[in-house]
């Protein structure tokens, strides 16, 4: 067993690659802390998971362990083992220059889509083509009416999802910057990253 | 008096009213100039219009997950604005005879298929194809987040208008979406003028 571990900057994003039979763990290392996660397969078709499709697949906004996010073609990418905070988004898009200049008026914040994209660049002809993302630890209740409601992470220090790798994925996480309305406490913390691969069968 | 149409009228002449039909498994393009009035009508109970967008940069396209937020609102009711990935209202849901449409499924692969074959035919290669706004669609949420999909209600001649705000070229797709309920194909009708009288 081989590990590797990382760490997202405050605010900043992280771009790496996994493979088949990896277990990729995602660390709110503070707590309260949104990671938006993407992911791209590495087979040269550049498939995307999607959030819409998984919303699909479980009819329900929210996953569980023993879910697997989908790609755009419904094919299984990443498979949850573990959570331990059972509250995620996948219904928000990635913040972007445009949702602090338009929302708020603040132009240069960084933003998830520019986090995303820099490591993704390789991959993809425009930040706009980044994939809808999952919003890990992210807190958007329903409300009775169907509005989505606006506050931060339950996620305490240390809590974390586990997931299976499926297929090769050239995943990237973005710390989400977003310090201006309720998502990540007001404060913007790192995540950790641990990606497990099994021991190499020795011939 | 400065109504929507005399705001826009310096930028250009006023148009003739447009139509076109979305045969059942297909899809059309319409184009819709800043100001005018698009409404998009069932022509058999129970048919769903995939709704796609795109400005003069299609790269720029109606975003039903920035539409969601923009509201901070998984469903869309009347009033509610209609919003580029770039957080500029494109178009507000203006009349709504139905009242229930669904803004968290994807295209069924037959939804995709006539989309791209209908965007190949105008022209556009955008570099990633939007979710769809489902106009039509009856999905309950509820609020642990299971998604219920129920018998549309609409009926014949049921229709949404929306006063659109950006030059668009539109995509509406009449195809099977896959979801439990929503396979019934049928025609939609879409009409394009500046004013609601034209209708």
Partial sequence: MSTRNFQVEAGHGLTFEVNQGDTLTIIDTEGKQAADFVAITRDGRGDRISPTHTRKRLM??????????????????????????????????ACDATRFSVDFGVEGHRNCLDNLYEGLKPYLSTPLAVPEPFNLFQNGPVTSDGKMQVTDPTSRPGDRIVFEVLTNLVCAVSSCPQDIIPGNGLEVTPIDITIQAPAKEIL | MLLMNDTVAPERTRLPKQHVTVLANEA???????????????????????????????????????????????????????????????????????????????????????LKACAAEVGLSPDKWPDPINLFMNVELDQRGGLHPQPPRTQAGDHVTSRVLIDTTFIVCACPTDVEHHDQVGTLELTVAEDLSEF
């Fill in chain 1, 60 to 93: 329900s906004l929210f996953f569980k362990p023993g879910d697997c996010l989908y790609d755009e073609k419904d094919r299984p990418m990443l498979r949850i083992v573990e959570d331990t905070v059972g509250i995620h988004d996948a219904n928000v898009p």
């Fill in chain 2, 28 to 114: 059309r393009a319409i184009q819709v100039r800043r100001g005018q009035l698009l409404r998009i009508e069932a022509g058999s109970p129970g048919v769903v219009a995939s709704l796609f967008g795109f400005t003069e940069d299609p790269s720029v396209h109606l975003s039903v997950h920035h539409t969601r937020v923009f509201s901070n609102s998984y469903v869309l009711g009347k009033g509610m604005r209609l919003v580029t990935n770039r957080r500029r209202p494109l178009m507000v849901l203006g009349q709504d005879s139905v009242g229930h449409h669904d803004l968290l499924l994807p295209a069924s692969p037959q939804v995709l298929d006539a």
